[in-house]
Structures are given as C-alpha cells and as structure tokens.
C-alpha cells in the first residue's frame, strides 16, 4: 500500500464524515473538510507522480473517491433543498449512465475503457466549485449568493454535455466492434 493510497484511503473515509457535518447544519465544518479532500487529492496524485508512487489500486481508488465525496454531497444538499433537486438528479443520473454503460460493454463482451474527457474534467471542476459555494453561502458567506445561479446553470450545461460525450464514445464503441 502506497502512500498515495493511503491518502485516498482518508479522504474516502471522510466522506460520511463531511455528509453528517452537511446533515447536522454545521457548514463551516463540512467546508473545511472538503477543502481538505481537495488538498489531500493533490497531495495524493502529486506523490504518486513525483516519487513514482502510482498503484494500480490508486488509478482506480482515486477517482472512486473523488466521485463518492461528489455524488454524496450532491444527494445531501439536494435532499436537504441546499441544491436544486433536479440537478442532484442530473449530476447522479449521469455518473449511473456512466457505471451503467461500461458494465453492459463488459456484460456484452466488449469492454470500454472510459478515459477522462476535457469535457467532464471542466464538469468536476465546476461541480467542486457548486459544492463549495453552496458550502460556503451556508456557512454564513453571502457575498457568493450572486454567483450560485450562474454556477448552477453552468454545472448542469457540463454534466449534459458531459454525459452525452461519454454517451457518444460509448456508442461508437459498441457500434464499431470493440474500437475505443
């Protein structure tokens, strides 16, 4: 077990810990450990390529965690009426889309690789910065209120598209016989 993992590892277990600080309305907290989860996957992939630390394990932890630390702060925000709910719905509907499709490629014989597209990396981005956002309004900062229409309306426009790219190659994919 590397480093890296080690530290993925944590950030994974902070995930109730960050959805119970978003339950119990203590948003200060629940900000600040994200804040954290971010930093520690930058240390995390920063070790893995600057000491020649990466694992197998880690190429698939990694964004595994990433996604549970997003998905989960998407339903309790959503659940809670911190985040529309028919974005929570979006941005969890896209990533089951996702799931759904490589499982049936690996169940029809014809697997797919599922690489991160520019389009999906500007996703996550814009998701990170909504969650903190709404974390940060409800922590008590509303000089961000003004902003969380766009960024809301952003988020959605990138997870459709986001998931119609994937949507799109995973097509392609299944049409061509395997081709990725």
């Known amino acids: ?8 590892l944590a950030r994974l277990l902070a995930v109730p810990v960050v959805v119970w600080f978003v339950i119990s309305g203590w948003f200060a907290a629940a900000l600040i450990l994200f804040v954290l989860a971010g930093v520690s996957d930058a240390a995390d992939g920063f070790i893995a390529k600057r000491f020649g630390a990466a694992s197998d394990l880690g190429a698939y932890l990694d964004p595994f965690a990433d996604k549970t630390l997003l998905v989960s702060l998407f339903v309790s925000l959503g659940v809670d009426g ?4 028919w974005l929570t719905l979006l941005v969890v509907s896209r990533d089951f889309l996702i799931i759904g499709a490589v499982a049936l490629s690996y169940m029809l014989a014809n697997p797919v690789a599922i690489h991160p597209l520019w389009i999906s990396k500007l996703n996550t981005a814009a998701q990170i910065i909504l969650i903190a956002l709404v974390l940060a309004r409800e922590a008590g900062t509303d000089a961000l209120q003004p902003v969380l229409l766009p960024m809301i309306l952003i988020t959605a426009a990138l ?9 799109l190659g995973w097509l392609r994919h299944m049409a061509g016989g395997g081709r990725s």
């Open 1 to 8: 077990m590397t480093i890296p993992n080690f530290i993925t």
């Open 82 to 85: 911190y985040l529309p709910v």
């Open 159 to 167: 997870t459709v598209l986001s998931g119609a790219a994937y949507l």
